[in-house]
């Protein structure tokens, strides 16, 4: 089979290179790819940033953001089939560890990612442990269905603190945030504000996504949002730029005894964080990763089966896979939600 391979030790580096069609070990499944959707990591691969280089070996089928059918079952696996749909949690734990065992299998000790430590989903075949290939709800398109990775990692991020009846604010509108936009209405937020700096495109999509208020470089964000909510600060800041000056501004937006959840990951240069804000104001501050293994999965599939996100919206591109240089290129420029890759049906 031909994947998209990081072959080089520079910028971009991919090549598609022939890989024999992988065989499904002990309590595997082979995976016929339907659907891999682009995430900011890629764009780290695609760059080749230090942590790029430091995580990902050359000659790695690279893509974790995947849908598929289940083509064939190593042995033992018993309550997966032949025919199922499904879609692949990245996070591949030992589930024997002391954070498995207490329930954090998103942080297994032992863990690794699929498609960033070894061969993962931009390939028209890939294997993965039988439990990470989720059963997808009923008539969700594949390239829809490739979406449940960055939608479970919003859906973990607001879950952090209170949704239902809640204030809740989202910095950075990537695909992320603007999933985190669309699934805080869903989930019930009284009030969701919007911030991103200068990307217009996801700015508007935010605002049909349900937004009640976007705010960008020309507002003083801070006063904006201690303006909509009577003076006092969000309930539930969610933080997705990366970006230090939005950290800075969640914590200071945020309410006494509020919470402020971080998915982002930030640059070489740690940002500086206003501790005495987090002390003298109660704030629940909490690092996020991934998705909980099983609950998230369970409540994005409630969303998804009600309707709730709207997926369409998000998913604004959608590419054959052969087009994969001109997604990865499209994705870089932030003019877009989801970028999507499509595989075509074996001959």
């Given amino acids: 089979m031909a994947a998209w391979t990081k072959v080089r ?41 230090d942590w790029s280089r430091e995580n990902v070996p050359l000659g790695t089928v690279t893509g974790h953001e995947t849908s598929g059918e289940i083509v064939a079952l190593g042995p033992g696996v018993e309550d997966r089939n032949i025919g199922d749909m499904v879609a692949i949690e990245c996070h591949l734990a030992c589930w024997t560890c002391p954070r498995c065992v207490e329930g954090n299998a998103h942080v297994c000790e032992n863990g690794s990612i699929f498609g960033v430590h070894g061969h993962g989903a931009f390939a028209p075949y890939f294997v993965v442990p039988a439990v990470n290939a989720r059963p997808i709800p009923k008539g969700l398109l594949p390239e829809h269905a490739s979406i449940q990775d960055p939608l479970g990692n919003a859906i973990h991020t607001l879950t952090g603190g209170p949704v239902e009846g809640a204030t809740v604010a ?79 501004n969640a914590i200071t937006s945020t309410r006494m005894g509020g919470f402020v959840n971080v998915l982002s990951v930030y640059g070489e240069t740690m940002p500086e964080v206003p501790m005495n804000e987090v002390v003298f104001r109660y704030l629940h501050l909490k690092g996020i990763n991934g998705r909980k293994m099983w609950s998230t999965w369970d409540r994005m599939h409630d969303l998804l089966e009600a309707g709730a996100i709207d997926v369409p919206k998000i998913v604004t591109h959608t590419l054959p896979v052969a087009q994969f240089k001109e997604g990865m290129a499209l994705s870089s420029t932030g003019e877009c939600g989801k970028v999507v890759l499509t595989f075509p049906d074996p001959v």
């Fill in 9 to 49: 030790d520079e910028a971009d580096g991919f090549d598609l290179v022939e890989h024999p069609i992988p065989t499904p070990g002990e309590g595997e499944v082979l995976v016929q790819t339907k659907a891999t959707s682009i995430c900011g990591t890629d764009l780290h691969i695609w760059k080749w940033d």
């Fill in 170 to 248: 989202v910095h950075g509108l990537g695909p992320i945030g603007l999933f985190a936009v669309n699934a805080a209405k869903a989930m019930g937020a009284s009030k969701v504000i919007a911030v991103d700096w200068d990307n217009r495109y996801r700015m508007q999509l935010a605002s049909e996504l349900g937004a009640d208020l976007v705010l960008g470089k020309e507002h003083d964000v801070v006063a904006e949002i201690l303006a909509a909510t009577d003076g006092r600060g969000v309930d539930n800041s969610c933080e997705f730029s990366g970006a230090a000056s939005a950290l800075a």
